[in-house]
């Protein structure tokens, strides 16, 4: 059996309870960046593929402060280069699982997201007061989403 369908097995048991689950103190901890690189995509793509799973803290990231060193960071170095394991990282945050939009609203304005791809509830809310709920998904391409919303 996989390290991931182990990953996914845990999850799923512990997602039994009905509680949220968070990720904490992560780190990889291994000499080769590189490898360190494609462990940390394995771990994050296990954990932020899972739905029960709302949010995951890094223990550390900079080598200079890290509690395991260098050997478990993203950041190397007083000039603070982003060594393979930060650029992949990077890579899937602020590529391939965010998106960047700009919708126009009906009555002037407009309002940007910017969220990781997926699925989401919209909840427009006036005095207090939901008035319009909507399934929206973000993805890779332009959208445009019309919220039609009566007094």
Known sequence: MKLTDRRKRRLDKLSETGLPIFITELD??????NYRADCYEKAMRAFYGHPNVKGILLWGFWSNRHWRGSDASLVTGNEFKINAAGQKYLNLIEQEWRTYMTHALSR??????YGFKGEYQVKVQYNN??????????????????LHVSS
């Open 28 to 33: 990889v901890t291994l000499t080769d960046e």
């Open 108 to 113: 002037g304005g407009n309002f940007d997201v």
């Open 129 to 146: 007061r939901v008035v319009k709920e909507q399934h929206v998904t973000l993805g890779d391409s332009p959208q445009t989403v019309h």
